[in-house]
């Protein structure tokens, strides 16, 4: 299924002169303030997501999952899929490929498929999180970070193979989320793990184009519980450093233990020029891989509000953005539009925030101040803002509504089945 502007337009007809009145009523209030509507809505349609592979299908938990029918059974399906969703939204015109669960059969297929959703490859993830079924050796105590030499170079040949892949398709980064851990104390030698885990990303650090970066992202618990051998910002930052300058901190909002100050986090690797990539979501315990701004918008905000002002004042490279979730209660596409919602929601805030008024109460120490120049922009409604810009870029004015409105999941159950099966999580 395609989406086409003829729909688009159709759906926003009746919505128009409505969100006219709310985006003029918003854009005087702001050009009032000094805001310049015309530069925001530039920066709003130009802050494009990727999409995962992995989050096109029903998610589920070890103790089940219940599919909503429709999923997309083939890359080629999945990239459809983001296709429907870059349509409405027109914000998430790439896909990241994980590897294997997205292996590219037909390049030549996939890439036409892809430029006819308009589509583009993000970076390319590894997994070495799981054996594969032709595999001999397991990952079972580790792959980068194994004692074994052997299952060591078996996990480093497969990030090697990810670049090849990400090569064919015009990637330009490789992450590497490491799951290596222990469960139980004295299992690991923390020593050994790390130094191993360093040397098996040296050489594929080696293999790195010279144009890619490589995303190093931290977790600190599951799949194991007692310890993880890149457990938290730290450990990745000290290995990007020692890596080179084309590895790079990537900041999973999932992979946080609760009250982590993470927009401090984001703050501190900018200022090393060292933030390389996102996951977005969101999560009330863990890596809950909950919608985006679900649960704690605030701090969505503010992390954007350290990223804006980042962008200004530091040389830190433009990050790779990426949803990162799995949905295991609602229709997943409709999980998307929310998340991307939520993400372009949070952006406009930060970029609303009077940063000169911020500075000049940071340095009077005008604590009440501060605090209210950040509320004023969180507290303001930029929903007509973030739509004005999705309108003029060709996309719905409420995109979530189109969907329903356009009967997307009916058509893909039509389409594909009730029982049609995504590879992934
Ligand atoms: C991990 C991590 C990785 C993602 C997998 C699916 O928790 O967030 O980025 O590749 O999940
Ligand atoms: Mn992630
Ligand atoms: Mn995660």
Known sequence: MRITT???????????????????????????????????????????????????????????????GGEPATL???????????ALNRSSNSVSLH????????????????????????????????????????????????NDQTIRELAIEHNKEVIRIGEKLGSKALTVWLADGSSFPGQHS??????????????????????????????????????????????????????GDKAFTLVDLGHHLPNTNIEQIVATLMTEGKLGGFHFNDSKYGDDDLTVGSIKPYQLFLIFNELVSGFEETANPSPAWMIDASHNLKDPLEDLLQSVEAIKLAYAQALIVDQIALHAAQASHDVTFAQEILQDAFRT?????????????????TPIHSYRELKVRETLIKERGKDSKASGL
């Open 99 to 146: 590897i294997p669960w997205d292996i590219p059969q037909d390049y030549d297929a996939i890439l036409q498929a892809a430029a006819e959703a308009e589509i583009g490859f993000d970076a390319v993830n590894s997994n070495t999180f799981q054996d594969r079924t032709d595999q001999s050796l397991s990952y079972k105590f580790g792959s980068l970070s194994n």
């Open 76 to 86: 080629i399906q999945k990239i459809q899929d983001i296709g429907i969703l870059h």
């Open 190 to 243: 923390f020593r050994k793990a790390l130094q191993s885990t360093y040397e098996s990303l040296q050489e594929i650090y080696k293999e790195l184009p010279s144009d890619w970066k490589m995303l190093v992202e931290y977790k600190p618990y599951e799949p194991y519980f007692y310890s993880t051998v890149i457990q938290d910002w730290g450990t990745s930052f000290l290995l990007a450093n020692k890596l």
């Open 6 to 68: 003829d729909q688009i337009q159709f759906t926003n007809k009746p919505r128009e002169v409505s969100h006219a009145r709310e985006f003029n009523f918003l854009a005087e209030n702001l050009e009032k303030k000094g805001i310049n509507v015309e530069q925001l809505i530039q920066k709003l349609q130009a802050f494009q997501i990727a999409i995962p592979s992995w989050a096109l299908g029903t998610g589920g938990t070890r103790f089940g999952r219940f599919s909503g």
């Open 381 to 397: 409604d930029l929903r007509p803002l973030v739509r004005e810009s999705i309108r003029q870029s060709g996309g719905a004015i």
